[in-house]
């Protein structure tokens, strides 16, 4: 019998164009999908919602055009709070959220993270990047006035790529009062690389924890991890704690967002992960975490 998961919800899909991703190329941009193929592919595979994210604008005005040019499938933006949007921008995000915004991503590509990698040199990024907490380890206070919105309006505040201290504040902080995603986590390509265990001790803060097809594939140079590795994660942080995405869409060197989903999905099923234990992960939880 082959694998059937139902509903399935990719919480992180790129589309371009993008000032992030492939390189641009004559007559079109490096990325892999539109906006539109990507929501046109998960209405094929059979998923019943879509979060598309930008590293450049909050997301939803295409997000709801998606919606009227791909009937049945739902579709939802996001913002991210780097450069481009303002950084830690309050009045930004409250924009974003009232035009139906579902994720707020703390800094991603100008976070102060991604400056310790040398990630922002390489995008000619100056300065060291936005930082989320204060001397004394605390969000500051625009990530609390943006927690505030996001939990007024039932959103989702995510990690971004943020340092593993910033994690751990920001969960301590928010992840008991409201709806607190740690974003690719244990990805090569993104963030502070966060390991098994503190995936482990975010989830007992009360995130959930967000495991990428990305994760598993050979970028920047990293090796990803093998389907048995992201196996051995996905039980040392516990089914119910943890949402699967693909984190594809933003070149083409990797599958398309819908297609990259579901051989995901079914590599981590031929290592023993079930036909439920998927369907709680890239459907019910996912389903959950956006309210539907």
Not at 53 to 59: G, L, M, P
Not at 181 to 186: E, I, N, P, R, S
Not at 211 to 218: F, G, K, N, V, Y
């Amino acid at each position: 019998m082959p694998l059937r998961i139902e509903d399935a919800i990719d919480l992180h899909c790129h589309f371009g164009p993008d000032s992030i991703g492939g390189p641009r190329r004559p007559g079109g941009h490096g990325h892999s999908v539109s906006a539109y193929n990507a929501a046109r592919e998960a209405k094929a595979s059979g998923h019943k919602a879509l979060v598309l994210k930008s590293h450049s604008f909050a997301s939803p005005q295409v997000a709801c055009q998606m919606c009227e040019a791909v009937p049945g499938l739902q579709v939802f933006g996001g913002v991210c709070t780097d450069y481009p949007s303002g950084g830690l921008n309050v009045e930004g995000v409250d924009v974003a959220l009232r035009l139906g915004a579902k994720i707020v991503w703390l800094p991603t590509v100008h976070s102060h993270q991604d400056y310790l990698n040398g990630k922002a040199a390489t995008m000619g990024t100056r300065g060291t990047g936005i930082h989320v907490v204060d001397a004394a380890g605390k969000p500051v206070p625009e990530v609390q006035a943006i927690f505030d919105l996001v939990k007024g309006d039932g959103a989702i505040l995510a990690t971004g790529h943020t340092t593993a201290a910033e994690h751990y504040a920001v969960c301590k902080a928010f992840a008991r009062e409201g709806k607190l995603l740690v974003t690719h986590a244990g990805e090569h390509a993104a963030g502070p690389h966060l390991t098994k265990e503190q995936c482990k001790e975010l989830a007992d803060l009360g995130a959930t924890i967000e495991l990428t097809a990305l994760t598993c594939d050979h970028v920047f140079g990293a090796p990803g991890k093998s389907p048995h590795e992201m196996a051995e994660t996905i039980r040392h942080i516990g089914v119910e704690r943890c949402t699967l995405s693909s984190d594809y869409g933003w070149t083409k060197e990797i599958p398309n967002p819908a297609a990259g989903l579901k051989d995901f999905l079914e590599r981590l099923w031929n290592v023993g992960i079930t036909e439920a234990e998927l369907n709680q992960m890239a459907a019910k939880k996912p389903a959950e975490l956006l309210g539907l």
